[in-house]
């Protein structure tokens, strides 16, 4: 179903005061919107001035002429080269007399044609280098990219590469503190089943232990002297050393050994 559209237009209204009635009219040297209404009171304001008066449809877009400080009556049409600013006819024979001044519509153009000529130059030459280093630095960025990607890839590549073997490096160190620990043990009961060599009369009881019993017999006086001859022996030798002990002790039980054979 086809719907009616209603297209609205903005009303262009009067630029007087706060006049809202619609713009007919249009004054060129104040580029002025005017209503019909408002258009005297436009000119009666500014009654020294000269006002192109037209309707708003043969409007014309031009420099406008503010009015001059020093005489008001006249507008700004001069510019001063000088004192860089716009006076009127009357201060070129006043206050700004014998200074260089132009017509500011001469002036106008001048500015026109130096922004037409950067226009030019900026769409002739500097866009298209402008342009040109582009594509070259979006090359370079690119490639740059590319390389940065790889080396991201190769960083984490080499983060995989390394997980295992981290993860064995700690097995293993977990190994070898248990086998530390079981041989710290096994060192400590050595240690402490071990005989110790600082007391003299373990090496005589371990061996008296080991050796074949023989029969009893009994023991005489002389038996009695010679275990004490052994034992002063035996304490006399003592810091010469387990060796030289041990060696004592075997041969002294090596000769008690042939007197209870001679016995038999």
Known sequence: MATNKTWAQAVITCDV???ESPAQQ???????????ECVPKHVDRKLSLS???VLFKNRKAQLILTECELH???????????CQTPICYKCCIGP????NAVDITDLVEIRKEEIRRDVHEIEDEIIPRCKKAYSYFKDDLSRIT???NRDEEEKEMLRNFKKPILKANTLKGDKLCIAGGKLQATLTFSTLASPSTDSPERPIQTYVGRAP????QRRTHFDKLQDDE?????????AQGPNRRRQFQLQKHTQNDDYFSDSD
């Open 72 to 82: 008001k009556d006249e507008r700004c049409k001069i510019q001063c080269q000088q």
């Open 26 to 36: 249009f004054c060129n040297s104040c580029q002025v919107k005017l209503c019909v």
């Open 146 to 148: 590319a390389e940065i």
């Open 17 to 19: 005061d706060l006049c």
């Open 213 to 216: 019993r023989r029969p009893l």
């Open 230 to 238: 052994f034992m002063h022996r035996l304490r006399l030798d003592d």
């Open 51 to 53: 006002h192109n008066i």
């Open 96 to 99: 700004h007399k014998h200074h």
